[in-house]
């Protein structure tokens, strides 16, 4: 096996930190380059949970990284240190693979940083979490993206987990329910399905937004919430937006939603911001100067996901210059993000643009419709989205039915070759992108 030379691997981390934005994570300071041999570059991570993360989510940014820094077409693969590949590369292909989502250590209330913006959400999740199905059944719980909506939902969980070790407890995201149940119903394995869900004394889905049009799945979750809530069994759910809000979403089952307590998180301020980079880099193990958490809090406005990948972009830094943590180094970890107007630029601020422009309705976006249409502008949302927000192509097509990331990307490469092609569309989508930012 080659083993990576480091100053190859800082070079790596160097192209990480310019173009990871809200990929990165503190942890990334704790991956450790295994080998590099016949194209392939391993990387060890520090556990399981990491090794689902950076397979799911960072794989193209270390490849673009390890391609740039070294020249040539290289491949990257994950690993945790104590095991063989082997162990992590098959996927189980019956129920037992929805299992995915596990409880997180690392999300618990101790280290969930209240404010202002989530103070109402915080406190009912605690109040769930000691009376499950008697206080705020169903909970629901929305905001935008990288809040913290995932860390009350496993903090939740993992309270009444610990209080009750008995308890039933099925915590997975909307899509892994959606994908179940159909591959339930093609395997004629729908009573198995039904068990699972029914007989729970916990059920926690979230992104619960991505039942929009699908309407067998909308019909079984409706019969497995009016079982659990009729058995006093809890109900947690969380979504981008209020359950009146989501596109294509059943009417009975946006009164069941609002039944119980309905509580968003919105944007923390300032001195809520202050804070979770203290608490954030202190559960890491950084030490960050008062004056350098200042500066990250007043730079990054937009929401906890990002405050942490500016931590990880300013120890990654640190670590590989082999400097101490200050305030010149931190302006010079952070001097690779977008231009402050662009962070401000949400997905909802597209939808809305493209659908004014090219009359269309939102719910048409989000549906299976692929009329010209229909999927020309959808594909003008996807391409502006990946060029004017942080998100990533997942994310992206989560907002459209929960397309996957090839889906963007392929719409992505389309509108650049028809604005390659055509020079009035391609001024239409600068005037649209210019109309995006202004917003």
């Known amino acids: 096996m080659g083993k990576v030379d480091h100053a190859l691997w800082q070079k790596i981390i160097q192209h990480v930190i310019a173009s990871g934005g809200n990929v990165i994570r503190p942890w990334f300071t704790e991956l450790e380059p295994i080998a590099l041999e016949h194209g392939l570059l391993e990387i060890a991570t520090p556990g399981p949970a990491e090794l689902r993360y950076c397979r799911d989510h960072a794989t193209d940014l270390f490849t673009r990284a390890a391609q740039a820094a070294t020249g040539r077409l290289i491949g990257?693969?994950?690993?945790?240190?104590?095991?063989a590949r082997s162990d992590h590369d098959e996927t189980p292909d019956g129920p037992e693979a929805f299992d995915a989502v596990k409880?997180?250590?690392?999300?618990?209330f101790d280290s969930f940083v209240t404010g202002p913006c989530n103070r109402l959400a915080h406190a009912a999740c605690l109040a769930v979490s000691g009376s499950a199905g008697k206080t705020y059944n169903p909970l629901f719980i929305h905001g935008c993206v990288g809040l913290g909506k995932?860390?009350?939902?496993?903090?939740?969980?993992?309270?009444?987990?610990?209080?009750?070790?008995?308890?039933?407890?099925?915590?997975?995201?909307?899509?892994?329910?959606?994908?179940?149940?159909?591959?339930?119903?093609?395997?004629?394995?729908?009573?198995?399905?039904?068990?699972?869900y029914r007989h729970?004394?916990?059920?926690?889905?979230?992104?619960?937004?991505f039942?929009?049009?699908?309407?067998?799945?909308?019909?079984?979750?409706?019969?497995?919430?009016?079982?659990?809530?009729?058995?006093?069994?809890?109900?947690?759910?969380?979504?981008?937006?209020?359950?009146?809000?989501?596109?294509?979403?059943?009417?009975?089952?946006v009164s069941r939603f609002n039944w119980g307590l309905v509580a968003q998180i919105g944007r923390p301020c300032y001195e809520t911001r202050v804070a979770i980079v203290h608490k954030?880099?202190?559960?890491?193990?950084?030490?960050?100067?008062?004056?350098?958490?200042?500066?990250?809090?007043?730079?990054?406005d937009s929401n906890t996901r990002e405050l942490e990948g500016a931590i990880a972009k300013v120890a990654m830094l640190a670590q590989v210059s082999e400097r101490d943590i200050d305030l010149p180094?931190?302006?010079?970890?952070?001097?690779?993000?977008?231009?402050?107007?662009?962070?401000?630029?949400?997905?909802?601020?597209?939808?809305?643009?493209?659908?004014?422009?090219?009359?269309?309705?939102?719910?048409?976006?989000?549906?299976?419709?692929?009329?010209?249409?229909?999927?020309?502008?959808?594909?003008?949302?996807?391409y502006l989205a990946r060029?004017?927000?942080?998100?990533?192509?997942?994310?992206?097509?989560?907002?459209?039915?929960?397309?996957?990331?090839?889906?963007?990307?392929?719409?992505?490469?389309?509108?650049?070759?028809?604005?390659?092609?055509?020079?009035?569309?391609?001024?239409?989508?600068?005037?649209?992108?210019?109309?995006?930012?202004?917003?």
């Open 211 to 253: 039942l929009s049009d699908h309407e067998q799945t909308q019909e079984e979750f409706f019969h497995t919430f009016n079982t659990l809530y009729q058995t006093q069994k809890q109900i947690i759910l969380s979504s981008d937006r209020s359950p009146d809000e989501i596109p294509g979403l059943e009417e009975r089952l």
């Open 280 to 300: 954030k880099a202190r559960i890491r193990g950084i030490k960050l100067p008062d004056d350098v958490a200042c500066f990250i809090a007043a730079t990054i």
């Open 103 to 108: 409880l997180d250590e690392d999300y618990s």
């Open 76 to 83: 990257v693969c994950f690993l945790t240190r104590a095991d």
């Open 387 to 439: 060029n004017l927000t942080p998100h990533s192509l997942e994310e992206i097509g989560g907002y459209f039915g929960g397309r996957d990331h090839t889906t963007v990307l392929h719409a992505k490469r389309s509108i650049e070759a028809a604005c390659k092609k055509d020079p009035h569309f391609q001024a239409s989508i600068d005037h649209l992108a210019q109309q995006v930012q202004s917003a």
């Open 329 to 382: 180094l931190a302006e010079e970890a952070l001097g690779a993000l977008p231009d402050p107007s662009a962070q401000h630029v949400t997905i909802e601020d597209i939808l809305r643009i493209v659908t004014h422009h090219y009359r269309v309705r939102l719910a048409d976006l989000q549906s299976k419709k692929r009329s010209r249409s229909i999927a020309l502008p959808r594909q003008v949302c996807m």
């Open 150 to 196: 995932t860390h009350l939902l496993q903090a939740t969980a993992g309270k009444i987990k610990a209080d009750r070790n008995d308890a039933r407890i099925v915590l997975l995201s909307c899509e892994m329910f959606v994908n179940h149940f159909i591959e339930s119903v093609e395997r004629g394995e729908l009573h198995d399905f039904r068990y699972r």
């Open 200 to 209: 729970s004394d916990v059920l926690v889905i979230d992104d619960v937004q």
